[in-house]
């Protein structure tokens, strides 16, 4: 409660501070750790089960390829844009950049959509602590909401300091995120099980409709555990030599992720039986208490929830720029574009994303915010920016280009092609959930330019 009382005061603060400035203290190392905990968290353990149950067996290998290759070309898109543009906010800063005026609109949307998207991420990384923390501690419902909303505020108190120490923090916990799941992958090799890990032809589809609908459903799930290799465009103003240092810290953490993930889902299912794997709440406590027994599984269970606290700490980290951004530019509350007059972070902002996430924690369930989060983000931020980076490379051939995709168009081209596919293959609920968001958020710009007209960003 505390933390609310502290978000509503903050926002009726003065307008923002203009004497400090973000500090650019964070290293090639730091950036790509920082990517790295993000994408990681809680995100492939509580998935794994339902990307096998969705694909019924080893071919949900087929969305962990499908969730690398979106994560590639759509990297290519972030990396143009943040070597061009490395400022906080990135969306925000993007959208605009690559539409011009018309991007007033869809920046405001970003905006809006962040507002209500950012804190779901981080109420369902808390929710996916508290679950996995039950294989620990039996809690009832009462309890695992406790839990997550008590993380929320951890989380917020060590995210209150200076850059420089927020960077050396990411790389420790970039460290247990590797080594935890390099651990489950080299412990599976004396188990493994080729012929099981690599049975085709055990699910039974005919790839007919319904398979391509599955495909879908098991690629969301997969692209949720993928997504964070773009969060260190939200910190483009505190990235040292940014113009080199992001392009190369997307790559660098999608690669190492992506190799981390095939080696994890293969050497699961080659190691226990898909229908085992699909049916668990816990699959890697459950993997290794098959293999080490109950204490091994206790000591994962802890080391997964390390990786969590790890990638909620990256999340909220880079989300805490866009509202900072936005208010700088006359978008948004003016206190949200305050800085800590001593720590040069944006305080108000990253109080004020804890406090809505900690109420989300106590609110949803899991499985009510993972797919919300991936399809109302698909068309404002994902498929606009391929598209306006597109448009950008036709209408101003001179720019300069710190960073340029190779292939030129073909990468963005299949980045739009499998977020349509994602998009289109979800449940009807949640994609006219994200219509009605882009709806809403339309209504509200023309509210605001009427009453509170932007100045032109610079």
Request: aromatic fraction near 14%; include cysteine.
């Amino acid at each position: 409660m505390l933390l609310l009382f502290c978000v509503g005061k903050l926002l009726f603060l003065s307008t923002p501070a203009t004497d400090l400035k973000l500090e650019r203290g964070l290293s090639l190392t730091q950036a790509t750790a920082i990517n790295m905990i993000d994408m990681v968290g809680i995100g492939p353990f509580v998935t794994i089960p339902l990307i096998v149950g969705f694909m019924k067996g080893p071919l949900c290998i087929l969305a962990w390829l499908l969730g690398a290759l979106l994560a590639y070309m759509d990297g290519m898109v972030w990396a143009e844009m943040g070597a061009k543009w490395p400022e906080a906010g990135g969306s925000y800063v993007f959208l605009q950049k690559l539409f011009g005026k018309k991007g007033r609109l869809m920046a405001f949307l970003f905006t809006w959509q962040t507002s209500i998207q950012a804190p779901l991420v981080i109420a369902s990384g808390a929710i996916g602590f508290a679950q996995y923390l039950t294989f620990l501690i039996p809690l009832g419902n009462i309890q695992k909401k406790m839990v997550s909303g008590g993380l929320v505020m951890l989380l917020v108190a060590l995210l209150y300091r200076n850059i420089k120490s927020v960077g050396r923090i990411s790389v420790v916990f970039g460290v247990l995120t590797g080594g935890t799941i390099l651990w489950l992958i080299l412990s599976g090799i004396p188990h493994f099980n080729a012929a099981q890990a690599f049975d085709f032809h055990s699910s039974g589809w005919d790839f007919s409709t319904l398979f391509y609908v599955a495909l879908g459903q098991a690629s969301l799930k997969a692209v949720y555990s993928y997504l964070g290799y773009y969060n260190v465009c939200h910190l483009g103003a505190e990235i040292k030599h940014p113009a080199r240092n992001i392009p190369r810290s997307i790559f660098i953490s999608i690669t190492i992720i992506a190799v981390l993930y095939l080696g994890m889902q293969s050497v699961i299912v080659g190691v226990l039986p898909w229908q085992e794997v699909a049916a668990s709440e816990f699959i890697v406590s459950t993997y290794f208490q098959h293999i080490y027994g109950h204490l091994a599984g206790q000591v994962a269970t802890v080391l997964i929830l390390c990786i969590a606290i790890a990638s909620l700490f990256s999340v909220i980290l880079g989300y805490s720029r866009v509202p900072y951004a936005a208010a700088q530019n006359g978008d948004f509350f003016p206190a949200f574009g305050r800085l800590h007059p001593k720590y040069k972070f944006p305080h108000v902002s990253l109080l004020a994303l804890g406090g809505v996430a900690f109420v989300f924690s106590l609110l949803f369930k899991l499985k009510d915010v993972i797919t919300a989060i991936i399809v109302m983000r698909i068309l404002i931020q994902f498929v606009s920016q391929a598209v306006g980076v597109i448009a950008w490379h036709y209408t101003r051939k001179d720019d300069v280009r710190p960073f340029r995709m190779p292939l030129f168009p073909i990468p963005a081209i299949i980045s739009i092609i499998i977020w349509l596919f994602i998009l289109f293959t979800s449940k009807l609920p949640f994609i006219l959930g994200a219509f009605g968001i882009i709806a809403s958020g339309i209504l509200l710009f023309f509210v605001k330019e009427a009453l509170y007209p932007r100045r032109e960003i610079p």
